[in-house]
């Protein structure tokens, strides 16, 4: 039987040692809403732990954008006539 979809890997970056249980389940809860909100400004409605945690997995994702997929011009072959 196949998959319908490739599902990503996730990875919680950088790993962290928390105090307790309570604040490892927040963190998740925050790091699943990144995934499923990343493009809303969801931080604005967190607390400032857990806002400065988005703001890092915001900031992460812009850097694996960037060398992912470097932006290359590509010239036009049939420019249009003018």
């Not at 919680?12 to 490892?24: D, H, I, M, S």
């Not at 699943?32 to 931080?43: E, F, S, V, W």
């Not at 945690?53 to 049939?78: G, H, M």
Request: aromatic residues 8%; glycine residues 2%.
């Amino acid at each position: 039987m196949h998959a319908l979809f490739h599902a990503p890997s996730i990875r919680c970056l950088p790993r962290r040692v928390y105090v307790n249980v309570e604040e490892a389940k927040n963190h998740a809860a925050v790091f699943a809403l990144y995934r499923a909100n990343r493009d809303k400004p969801m931080h604005l409605v967190l607390p400032p732990g857990y806002r400065d945690y988005w703001t890092q997995l915001v900031r992460e994702a812009e850097k694996e954008r960037k060398a992912v997929s470097p932006v290359i011009a590509v010239p036009n072959p049939n420019p249009p006539n003018a």
